[in-house]
């Protein structure tokens, strides 16, 4: 079993950046795949960022790209999303998943390991 838990949501101002991170324990080895997404009450999940490998390769969903950016620190087996020039419209809980194979890997569905979220909120 994968367990993942995420930190540092918060409240922010519209401009303003925040760093979340989620750390990975348990059988973490063979977790390629390390990615964020985000859901706002009512709505369903949406893909945010991920990173592939040791973090080599990295994709952004359209909405947050040139803004935020994924990283991995494989010492400490932890994924980071640094967000800038946040916007009202980036408040929503986010979720740090993680899976073995690459797959769809904008698809929530095919990721069999979660954390509990952590909300990050940007006032106008």
């Known amino acids: 079993q994968v367990q993942l838990v995420e930190s540092g949501g918060g409240l922010v101002q519209a401009g303003g950046s925040l760093r979340i991170s989620c750390a990975a324990s348990g059988r973490t080895f063979g977790l390629y795949v390390m990615g964020w997404f985000r859901q706002v009450s009512g709505k369903e999940r949406e893909f945010v960022a991920v990173s592939l490998g040791r973090g080599d390769t990295r994709y952004y969903a359209e909405s947050v790209k040139g803004r935020f950016t994924i990283s991995i620190d494989n010492a400490k087996n932890t994924v980071s999303l640094q967000m800038t020039n946040l916007k009202p419209e980036d408040t929503a809980i986010y979720f740090c998943?993680?899976?073995?194979?690459?797959?769809?890997?904008?698809?929530?569905?095919?990721?069999?390991?979660w954390g509990q979220g952590t909300q990050v909120t940007v006032s106008s």
């Open positions: 998943a993680a899976r073995s194979d690459i797959g769809s890997f904008m698809s929530e569905n095919e990721y069999p390991y």
